[in-house]
């Protein structure tokens, strides 16, 4: 579903990847590991058309990305659901969401859509006329990532979904990813909680200082010495 070859991305300084190479197939979860600083974030910001200096090949279903306008990007089946959550904080859950699906606002199965993020999210139901301003991180992050499967996506890109957050609330994420991924959405995921990644994904990739140093299946990885040490805190 998405080849990634030879990218190359700064933002007008020194490279913060260089000559990646990464692979997601339809149908699976895709964890990315790494520290601050690694280039976990400039992956995603480079998928999504968010980073001017990219060079290399993103192909997403045989449509090449570099190049491409950020909002004609979901368009072609791709949610972003970015670092910082990034709500509109004066708008209502429900509005929030509907934002997600601005491009395609004129589609007759929006109430479903609707229906299915409040199923995956029942506290969003819940809290469906409250400003998003004044909700936990945690329901922030839940409207996020509804906002970004109101676009109806083939691929899901999720930065750091468990950052900042509860425990409780994190495992209530981690049943979240694995109940997309169930309903036919692949997923790359970023994050520094390797726990969390390692247990939901398929494979994996480790960047370090914006190389992948590192790949194979999330059982391979967990087993991993190095891994196990910088990441998994044993």
Request: proline share 4%.
């Amino acid at each position: 579903m998405l080849e990634i070859r030879g990218l190359s991305a700064s933002y007008g300084g020194p490279n913060v990847l260089e000559d990646v190479a990464l692979d997601v197939a339809r149908g699976e979860t895709v964890a990315v590991l790494g520290a601050n600083t690694a280039g976990k974030t400039t992956l995603l910001r480079s998928i999504s058309g968010l980073v001017a200096k990219a060079r290399g090949s993103i192909v997403f279903e045989g449509e090449s990305l570099l190049g491409r306008l950020a909002h004609t990007i979901p368009a072609l089946g791709i949610g972003h659901v970015p670092e910082g959550r990034h709500v509109f904080p004066r708008m209502s859950t429900t509005d929030n969401l509907m934002m997600g699906a601005y491009g395609d606002r004129r589609s007759r199965d929006l109430a479903a859509r609707m229906d299915r993020v409040f199923a995956l999210f029942p506290r969003l139901a819940e809290r469906r006329t409250q400003m998003a301003g004044s909700m936990s991180g945690g329901e922030q992050q839940m409207v996020s990532i509804g906002r970004a499967l109101m676009g109806n996506p083939k691929l899901m890109l999720l930065d750091e979904p468990s950052h900042g957050l509860a425990p409780i609330v994190v495992e209530e994420l981690h049943a979240a990813i694995g109940a997309i991924n169930k309903q036919g959405v692949s997923v790359l995921l970023v994050e520094q909680n390797a726990v969390l990644a390692l247990s939901v994904a398929h494979r994996g990739y480790v960047l370090e200082a914006g190389h992948v140093v590192l790949s194979g299946s999330a059982q391979d990885l967990q087993a991993d010495p190095g891994v196990r040490r910088a990441y998994l805190g044993v």
